[in-house]
């Protein structure tokens, strides 16, 4: 049985020449984070909001184990909420913020689950709170409000918690650490959850799987490995990092490129489009098989762990990922080989 089913839901906000989600369906498995991933207006906290109850479809069906709570209000669905600005009550200390959520359990089933007050503790010491249980939400930093939201928020052992954008307002160190805290207290409460976010990389180090939307649609969803190595789409293979995208003529498991020759998954006949990781072509100095092809270096950019170069090939330019020890110059004469196969698009 899964937790969550949203089947074909749409929304049209009054005047919109188009739909703000347009028949977005999915299944959340019990126990599973999942997220919403897209760029800044394509449908995904109107999305959640519906799954919330906050907003209703004009088309499709929601539906929470089994029982369909499409037109529930939001208070009897038994999901949690937890919003970019926090929405902590200004007048209730950090204590008194989570207990308020303590005594709002609303089914019977999250009343009685008295272990879960000792799981409380537990989660204000995780979430290193236990000092500021006097404090008032103005006497906070940012992040730490953050936790008490997400305290308050586990508090009411909800069925389904639903994060809208919840590390955005923290700073980058932060919030990696907050967002590894938080999926790992969701996995040992068993928390099912879906996170809504822009961010590519907290998309994929938070979710279990996930949906990546564009316009108001669903264009793929899947694990994190999934949608990030095995793009269905353009949209899919450019909104999740870099990718080269390339023309050719498919044989099966092969098809003739720009680059030459190159392996193609999954197997396909005719014209294709294909997507290449940056990381998945590779340079050298010398020309190592038949295949590299003479390119030249025509910009360089440091990143930490690893090189971007952007090259040159008959005429194109790719993007390549090296390690750091593959040190080129701008000008410099190289070859490019391709280490992986490159991945079949659906053309739209
Ligand atoms: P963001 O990351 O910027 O919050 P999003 O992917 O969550 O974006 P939504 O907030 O769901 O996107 O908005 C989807 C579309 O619906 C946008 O075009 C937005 O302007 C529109 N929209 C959202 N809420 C309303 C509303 N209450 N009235 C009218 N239009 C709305």
Redesign the pocket.
Same mark, same amino acid.
């Given at each position: 049985m899964e937790l969550l089913e949203v089947i074909d839901i749409t929304k049209w906000? /009054?005047g919109?020449d188009h739909p703000?989600?347009d028949g977005v369906s999915f299944r959340v498995e019990p126990g599973e984070i999942f997220g919403l991933l &897209? /760029?800044?207006?394509? &449908?995904? *906290?109107? *999305?959640l909001r519906m799954i919330a109850g906050f907003e209703k479809p004009d088309v499709g069906r929601v539906f929470l184990k089994e029982v369909d709570i499409t037109y529930w209000v939001p208070e009897k669905r038994g999901t949690g909420f937890i919003f970019q600005d926090y929405a902590l009550f200004p007048h209730l200390t950090v204590e008194k913020n989570i207990e308020f959520a303590l005594k709002a359990r609303t089914t019977p089933k999250q009343r009685s689950d008295i272990t879960e007050l000792q799981k409380l503790l537990e989660l204000l010491e995780l979430l290193e709170l236990t000092g500021l249980s006097k404090r008032f939400p103005h006497e906070l930093s940012g992040g730490q409000q953050q936790r008490v939201a997400i305290a308050r928020a586990l508090a009411a052992k909800p069925a389904l918690l639903l994060m809208d954008?919840p590390f955005s307002n923290l700073d980058a160190s932060l919030r990696e650490t907050t967002r590894r805290e938080i999926r790992s207290i969701l996995k040992k409460a068993n928390i099912n959850a879906i996170l809504?976010t822009?961010d590519q990389e907290e998309a994929l180090s938070f979710c279990d799987r996930l949906a990546v939307?564009n316009r &108001?649609r669903v264009e793929q969803i899947g694990t994190p490995e999934e949608v990030y190595l095995l793009p269905q789409t353009p949209f899919t293979a450019q909104f999740l990092g870099r990718s080269n995208m390339l023309k050719g003529t498919a044989h099966g498991e092969s098809a003739d490129t720009e680059l030459g020759p190159i392996a193609i998954t999954p197997p396909q006949m005719g014209d294709v489009l294909l997507s290449l990781r940056p990381e998945h072509l590779i340079l050298g100095a010398e020309r190592k098989s038949p295949q590299e092809l003479e390119s030249v270096v025509i910009s360089k950019e440091f990143r930490g762990h690893d090189l971007t170069y952007r090259i040159r090939c008959n005429d194109r330019m790719y993007l390549v990922h090296t390690e750091y020890k593959h040190n080129f110059e701008v000008g410099q004469r190289v070859f490019v080989g391709v280490r992986e196969p490159g991945v079949v698009l659906e053309y739209r």
């Open positions: 906000f /009054p919109a703000a989600v &897209g /760029p800044s207006g394509c &449908g995904k *906290t109107t *999305t954008e809504v822009h939307m &108001g």
